[in-house]
């Protein structure tokens, strides 16, 4: 999904470019992700990003992102939410009784 088909930028608040920049602030403009040993990523952020996924815009569940960071976690909820998706889908649709051609 791109934002060209997304409402997400409609739900953010009117004062999003003040939030935004004081988290960049707060984060040093540098990307938060660690990587496997534990070390911060040295790019810059560039992205705000909102740590759990939903509409809750405080401070404390946003974090300062570089790009790459950034599309790799969006990357990575999307896929766990088109699975889990699936899995209801499939759960709806499961068969109760065997097929009778496997009798």
């Given at each position: 999904m791109s934002w060209a088909t997304s409402d997400r930028r409609a739900r953010l608040p009117a004062d999003w470019p003040r939030?935004?920049?004081?988290?960049?602030?707060?984060?040093?403009?540098?990307?938060?992700a660690k990587d496997q040993y534990g070390d911060r990523c040295i790019e810059p952020a560039t992205d705000v990003d909102h740590i759990r996924p939903g509409d809750d815009h405080r401070e404390v569940n946003l974090q300062s992102l570089c790009g790459w960071h950034h599309r790799v976690k969006s990357s990575r909820e999307g896929a766990a939410a088109k699975a889990a998706r699936r899995r209801?889908?499939?759960r709806r649709?499961?068969?109760t009784e065997e097929h009778p051609g496997l009798r």
């Open positions: 939030i935004r920049f004081r988290v960049l602030v707060r984060d040093g403009h540098r990307c938060t209801r889908n499939d649709f499961r068969r």
